[in-house]
């Protein structure tokens, strides 16, 4: 069997330069011509790993969640001014729900939220406890 490994896995490596029997051998080949006798890795299928893809989706899930806990706060208080029931809106009252939810991720929220999803994508991935990132 030219192609058996022997159990003891020497390693025989001969550069091109090196003589085996008077021989010119190129390297990893033995002088019976057969392989060196260290193994080499079978070339199996492909692992789809989409840990950038993963990645992007994780960050969008933070940016969301961070942007509504952030928000949260000023739209609860906005929909207490309004009036309790399924009546419809009057238009100052459409007016003012408007501004509330505009005022409700103003002043840099969306950075804050931003800034929150990387850093807890990123220690997320670091310290692999997130799902897919893990390998």
Known sequence: MPFAFSQRRRRITLTGGEKAKGNSVPAGVLASGAMSETPTRRAGRAVFRPRFTLSL?????????????????????????LGPGPDELTPEELDRARETARGALAGGRLLVALGLAVIVTGLGSYAKLLPGLRN
């Open 57 to 81: 989706l994780y960050l969008v899930f933070f940016f969301f969640l961070f942007g509504l806990l952030l928000a949260l706060p000023d739209l609860l208080e906005g929909a207490r001014e």
